[in-house]
Structure formats: C-alpha cells, structure tokens
C-alpha cells in the first residue's frame, strides 16, 4: 500500500521559470492538501482539494500560484515565473473520506530557484 | 487566533530522559490536535493525535497530555533513544471544515547517547 508520491523529489528553476509539482494520493483517499515550508520553519496551509474541486485556497498567493487535482491522474501544484522567494519544500497531504481529520505526508519536493 | 505556539525551539535529551514539547492554541473551535514526526529531507510523519474530550492518550513511548481550559497541549517521549532525534511539529485543525492544519514552528530535539 503505497504512501503519498511526490515528484519530482528536488527541481531547480532558474528565475522566471514554471515550475510544476505533482501529488499522488494514497490509495482511496480523495482529499488532497498542499503545504510549504520555508528552511527553519513550520508548515503552512496553501491549498485543499477534492476531485475536481478546489475547496479552500486560503493560504495560497494570489498571483503565480494554482493547483488543480483533476479527475484523473495527480495533483499538481503550479508556480509560474518563479522567484528566489518560492524556494521552500512543498508537501502535499491526504487523507480518506472516513478520517479526514488524519493527513498523511509525502515526502515533499525542495524547490530551489537560481 | 489562528496561531499555534510551540516551544522549546530545540531540546537535547539524555539518552532514557524524558523530553517534553509544549504547545498552545487560541481558538477554542480547533478540535483535533496532532504530533508529526519529521527527519531531516523527508515528509512529516504522524506519531500520535488527540482530540479535547480526553486528557491523555498514549501509544507506546509517546504520550500526549491536553488539558483544554488552558487550551494546551504537549507531547512527552519517555525513555529517549538517539533515534529520536528529529523535529517535532504540534498542529490544529477543525476551525472551518476544511480541516487544515495550523502547525506550530517545531521542536528540534537532540537526543545524545
């Protein structure tokens, strides 16, 4: 029983770049979160989705910054024209139906922009 | 109101000592509260979670100790072993439905051999 799938596990942009990260779920569970965190801190909530829903992008950057979780296939978490500020490491979440409340990690994808 | 606040920022522990995080939270509507687990390049990973209508919950060598009228919770590691040595975060979640986490800045603990 696979746990959460992160990709790519480290990814250099260089300023101005896209950079796309992905979130496989574990098996059966349909609610995804993504967090980042900065070097030295805590996390902090971007962005929750259902299937096809996003349901609360409260911490998520108005500009740059999208994610989508379609009805096939992974998260993905988008961060367009890249600055030296998004380097973080991004961890996406799951958790099933029956325990929402329960989020399991993955391992996350360091992000660092030249 | 949203915040967690977390300390000891670090911690060194004897080896067999008991190494206690402490936690605190504003908003009385968060009503699940978890301790992640998190070596150095990978994901957190959960170690233990408590919810108000109980005191205490152990499991194995961690326990968690909550105490909801002064809206605090820690985590005690009995019987520290240097395979331990990780960061510790506390976090909340329950305010909106949503149940995202509110996670405190975390614990860096040292257990020395």
């Known amino acids: 029983n696979a746990g959460v799938m992160q990709n790519p596990r480290h990814l250099v942009r260089r300023r101005g770049q896209e950079a796309r990260l992905r979130c496989s779920p574990m098996k059966g569970h349909s609610h995804v979160y993504w967090y980042r965190q900065l070097p030295e801190e805590g996390l902090k909530f971007m962005v929750y989705l259902q299937k096809e829903n996003i349901i609360d992008e409260s911490g998520m950057p108005k500009e740059r910054f999208s994610a989508e979780f379609p009805k096939e296939g992974p998260s993905i978490l988008r961060i367009q024209q890249v600055v030296r500020g998004d380097s973080a490491a991004y961890f996406c979440?799951?958790?099933?139906?029956?325990?929402?409340?329960?989020?399991?990690f993955g391992p996350g994808t360091r992000l660092l922009v030249l | 109101q949203q915040q967690v606040k977390q300390s000891p920022q670090s911690l060194i522990v004897q080896k067999g000592g008991i190494s206690i995080i402490n936690c605190a939270y504003e908003n009385t509507a968060f009503d699940y509260f978890p301790w992640y687990q998190q070596f150095p390049g990978k994901g957190p990973a959960l170690l233990i979670a408590i919810r108000p209508d109980v005191s205490e919950k152990k499991e194995g060598r961690f326990t968690i100790s909550f105490n909801k009228s002064a809206k605090q919770f820690s985590l005690h590691i009995m019987d520290s072993q240097p395979g331990d040595s990780a960061t510790y975060f506390c976090?909340?979640?329950?305010?909106?439905?949503?149940?995202?986490?509110?996670f405190g800045t975390g614990t860096r603990l040292k257990v020395l051999a």
């Open positions: 979440a799951s958790s099933p139906l029956s325990t929402r409340e329960t989020q399991y």
């Open positions: 976090a909340a979640s329950g305010t909106s439905g949503t149940y995202k986490y509110i």
